[in-house]
């Protein structure tokens, strides 16, 4: 399975961006499908998930200004960021997981997409 992130790039303190990811190659069926992000020298760290069954976490600093959506379908999912503060700088890593009958989930990770917010 192959994830492609796009829509990163730089933008200034106030504004917004929404992040996507692709999934293709041999997918069975995606489970939960999420974005974690990795500042500069800090470790990865969990921006929001959703599960295929709809439940979604976000983490507390990106609650009220993050939104996570997915296309079962289409095996992709977004994340629309508003308000963005120098913080969120990082880069993002979308994360899938996908299952099929008879063997156990397999996480995927895209190459990361950065995200810069300053003035």
């Known amino acids: 399975v192959h994830l492609e992130e796009s829509g990163g790039g730089l933008v200034q303190p106030g504004g917004s961006l929404r992040l996507s990811c692709a999934a293709s190659g041999r997918i069975h069926s995606m489970d939960t499908m999420a974005w974690y992000r990795q500042a500069p020298g800090k470790g990865r760290e969990l921006a929001a998930e959703?599960?295929?069954?709809?439940?979604?976490t976000y983490a507390d600093a990106v609650k009220g200004r993050f939104t996570i959506s997915r296309d079962n379908a289409a095996n992709t999912v977004r994340l629309q960021m508003n308000s963005l503060k120098p913080p969120d700088t990082a880069v993002y890593y979308c994360?899938?997981?996908?299952?099929?009958?008879?063997?156990?989930?397999?996480?995927?990770w895209g190459r990361g997409t950065q995200v810069t917010v300053s003035p």
């Open positions: 959703l599960t295929r069954g709809g439940v979604i």
């Open positions: 994360y899938a997981e996908e299952s099929a009958p008879g063997r156990p989930r397999v996480g995927n």
